[in-house]
């Protein structure tokens, strides 16, 4: 199992805040077209080119996807946007790892000095959702991911004494 790689990609689900978020700059952009249009038509299309230009650049800026690399007792975690801006987030040795297993168990929750708790999770309501606890730099993580079948085995392989997974889990 010693040279293993696993890769995983999760796509953030939309959430509503989002979508709110839209509609209230569309809503900006409507309204502030019909009040600057009796001052100045020409300050409409400027208006309107700023706004244009802003959408342009931050629109698609919601379309998230985490990927997550295990590569020889080593995760990265990288934050995709757009399907193209790819930004490293978090590498991890599993050396270092205290604890892996589902967030609601006992272990994991009675857990008190974790100073940061990390998410790459596509949402809060996920049933494929695990928790890493590491010591990284004299902090204690707590990252949430959602691996696949192959990256828990690989886990479990790497730090067997410190993992609670069900022989469910481990089932494709």
Known sequence: MEGNYVETTVKREKRYIDLLVRALWIGVIVWGSFLLFP????????????????????????????????????????????????????????????YFAKPDNNKITSMKNVHTVVKFISNENSGNIYALIVKKQDKII??????????????????????????????D
Request: proline letters at 2%; hydrophobic letters at 40%.
């Open 39 to 98: 001052v100045n038509g020409m300050m409409v299309f400027m208006y309107l080119g700023l706004h244009g230009t802003l959408i342009y650049f931050f629109w698609n800026n919601y379309k998230l996807e985490y990927e997550y690399v295990f590569c020889d007792g080593q995760i990265d975690f990288d934050l995709i946007r757009n399907s193209q801006k790819r930004k490293h987030k978090l590498r991890i040795q599993l050396d270092d790892g205290i």
């Open 142 to 171: 707590k990252i949430l991911f959602e691996p696949n079948t192959r990256m828990i085995k690989s886990i479990k392989y790497k730090m067997p004494n410190k993992c609670d997974i069900r022989e469910a889990d481990l089932l």
